[in-house]
């Protein structure tokens, strides 16, 4: 059997029942990475050492009679959650030799629960593309296509998963960041409720680690099947212990149905600002028709979905408010000089994004408050419907593209060109108003990648998209290793 492309939850059952140990799946993970990541570059941090006693000591806390969720199962995790005594970069060469001293809470969590950490997954420098390349670990490939991206920023994860470097991995998601890979490699990925998991420690170096209330990101779970997801979001949800107490019970209600014929699904393909790809959409059709035929209550449009047009814009201005709250003041002062340039009338997300970067704290709390409105909408809309089905991101996983900066680039979709950003309009529909939303495999394009969907919930209703997704997972297949010697 091959143990490197099993599930977590039967790498557990086998565990227990004696038929593998954590020795063994460790060095089946380690002789994997060793045999393939030449190529593919998702491990850009090993701790091969590290994890073999792990694995030891889970086998001997396993033959005590210990049982912990994920005791003995091989992981990863993103590179910018720190892990005491490995460098946490960023992909920033100033930062190449920075190695923290403590845990993250999450890394602190796996351990907790028993995981063998393998290493570290590659990102893009500053977690900012939806790339993974940088100048310390270089370019993680598409396990599917070589020349073409992983995603990011948590494009290493995602390819390790696809690959089989071990069954579980954490990443973050601000953009898509979990979300998108995942679409990418043809994996599972949930972006959690903002605020439902505690994220100290995955902090850009040297910054402390401080328990902040992020405005926009979370970080979440990332897995090659739905019931992992779930599995490994049990082991990290609940706040920060040094904010609300180690004894802080958090009990998620369970998900609205058991059954596909009993969700109420809204189905959103088509996006005001820019196209769906073909791809995309046959997969997005894919899952509606699955839904149908099951018995779901599918529809297409609805009054009640708050305006994506102006909530792309709204979420542009929040999001590059906080990238660029940090910037030095000569550079703030020459982006406000652009800012007040912008005809009245320029609407464009080019334009919010130039605006968010230097908006006033008054411009914020409006800004802010446009949010809470859009958060109402959402919450009259899931009275209606259970969940969400949208594209995650317009195409498949593109070709590489390191040229110039974020701003020069360009998306192509169905042979037009469009701003990189922009493709960023579908994460945002989730991340603005901080919803759950669960990317899930939904087929292949007709070049053979893997292209997903996200499945969009209500707040702090988590278990709601996860449940779907295990039922899609059921209906029209999950994860599929990818065609590769």
Sequence with gaps: ?????????????????????????????????????????????????????????????????????????????????????????????????????????????????????LGKTNVPAMLRDIQSFNEIYGT????????????????????????????????????????????????????????????????????????????????????RTARDLTLLLDVMAGPDPLTHGIAYDLTLPPARHERLADFRVLVVADHPILPTGSAVRAAVNRVAEALVDEGAHVERHSPLLPDPAEAAALYMQLMLSNAAATLPLDVYRQLQARAAALSADDRSLDAARLRGMVLSHRDW????????????????LFTEFDAVVSPVTPTPAFPHNHNGSLEDRTIDIDGVEY???????????????????????????????????????????????????????????????????
């Excluded at 995603?151 to 998601?173: E, V």
């Design 1 to 117: 059997m091959d143990w490197n492309v099993q599930s977590a939850e039967d790498l557990a059952v086998a565990l227990r029942s004696g038929a593998v140990t954590s020795v063994e799946l460790t060095e089946a993970a380690i002789g994997r990475i060793e045999r393939d990541d030449t190529v593919i570059n998702a491990i850009c941090v090993r701790d091969f050492d590290r994890a073999r006693i792990a694995a030891r000591r889970a086998d001997e806390a396993r033959a005590r009679g210990e049982d912990r969720p994920l005791l003995g199962i091989p992981v990863t995790v993103k590179e910018s959650y720190d892990i005491a005594g490995l460098p946490t970069t960023w992909g920033l060469p100033q930062h190449a030799n920075y190695v923290p001293a403590e845990d993250a809470v999450q890394v602190s969590r796996l351990k907790a629960a028993g995981a063998v950490l």
């Design 140 to 223: 993680t490939n598409n396990p599917w296509d070589y020349g073409r991206t992983s995603g990011g920023s948590s494009g290493g994860s995602a390819a390790a998963l696809a690959s089989g470097f071990g069954a579980l991995s954490i990443g973050s998601d601000l953009a898509g960041s979990l979300r998108t890979p995942a679409h990418f490699c043809g994996v599972y990925a949930h972006k959690p409720t903002l605020g439902l998991v505690a994220s100290r420690g995955m902090v850009a170096p040297s910054a402390p680690a401080l328990p902040v209330d992020l405005d926009l990101a979370v970080v979440g779970p990332m897995a």
């Design 365 to 380: 709390v409006e800004a802010n408050n446009r949010r809470e409105l859009h958060r109402h909408g959402w919450r009259q």
């Design 419 to 485: 701003p990189y950003f922009d493709q960023l309009v579908w994460a945002g529909m989730a991340t603005m108003p901080g919803l759950p939303a669960t990317a899930v495999p939904a087929g292949r394009s007709p070049a053979g990648l893997p292209v997903g969907v996200q499945l969009i919930g209500p707040m702090f209703e988590d278990r709601t998209p996860l449940r779907l997704a295990e039922l899609l997972e059921e209906k029209i297949g999950g994860f599929q290793a990818p065609n590769r010697p």
